[in-house]
């Protein structure tokens, strides 16, 4: 990924959760349960969690894997990795911690029994090399676990719109006083595949048969459930 993004990452790093909280009234955390329950998670399981950020989603997969298992958290940026520990610690789990890029990822092959990422995909160079990554590091039968943006249709699509373009950048703006950063996140976002388009470019990395999808609220979310078969 590009330095300017992991830039633009650290220094809203302190901020981050809280803003997302506000931007999702608070949804995005049961996105990441629901996600975890369709992961088919078990206790005792090896999770890898790319671009992990300020850890949420490792830390749901963690309350799952329990003491037998071993969750992973990596991200290009160390500023928010650095929340992570504090955050963990608090509820008793052990989470090791990874600085590196998605596409160049440092494990072997077949390490893990599942590889997640949430709202992180879109913020990679190549997609298609990302997700092809972290399905070489999964073993085979296991998952691959994405959580991501989508654009609502309906009734729904232009009050979200509307939210989107006006509301998300002020919050950015008066929470992290950093609208560009917040401008960025909405430009991805409406620009990112979403549906059977974004199960298009995860077959293309050759190691996914199939793969389940849920819309969340409207479409403003998704979680792909991928299954690994090389």
Known sequence: MSESVKNMFSVVAKKYDLLNALMSFGTHNSWRKKAVKLSGAKSGMSVLDCASGTGDFAIEFAKITGITG?????????EMLDYIKPKSQKQNFNIEVSVGDVMNLEFEDNTFDIASIGFGIRNVDDTVKGLTEMTRVVKNGGKIIILETGQPEGFFKYPFKLYSNIII????????????????????ASKFPYGENFVELL????????????PQVFGVSYIYIGEVNK
């Open 169 to 188: 950048p002020l919050l950015g703006l008066i929470v992290a006083g950093n609208i560009s950063a917040y401008q960025y996140f909405k430009d991805t």
């Open 203 to 214: 077959k293309k990395t050759g190691n996914v048969k199939t793969c389940r999808y849920y």
């Open 70 to 78: 071993k969750v992973t958290a990596q991200d290009f940026c160390k």
